[in-house]
């Protein structure tokens, strides 16, 4: 376990866990879940941007077109670029 922070985040969350090839599992007994696992973002908040954009989110809606995917390269890295045109459900 180890601090969550950085650019991107799948959760908003102080701790995550990092797994390796030499990590173990066992089966434990179920355990009640203090924290709601999913984070729905309005479309809304989706438009204005008012949530923080460093934490992975889920999006209700329908995704109506796309661009096709552009390469750019940015601090000589490439990297790839896709536009959405998202809808909400609502």
Do not use: C, W
Request: no cysteine.
């Amino acid at each position: 376990m180890t601090k969550n922070e950085g650019d991107y985040m799948m959760v908003d969350h102080k701790h995550k866990n990092i797994f390796y090839k030499t990590t173990k599992f066992r089966v434990s007994n179920n355990f009640v879940v203090m924290v709601d696992p999913y984070n729905f973002v309005t479309f809304q908040d989706l438009i204005t941007r008012n949530h923080d954009t460093r934490v992975a989110f889920g999006f209700l809606g329908q995704v109506v077109s796309t661009n096709p995917m552009k390469v750019i390269i940015k601090n000589s890295k490439e990297k790839r670029l896709m536009n959405l045109v998202d809808q909400g459900l609502s």
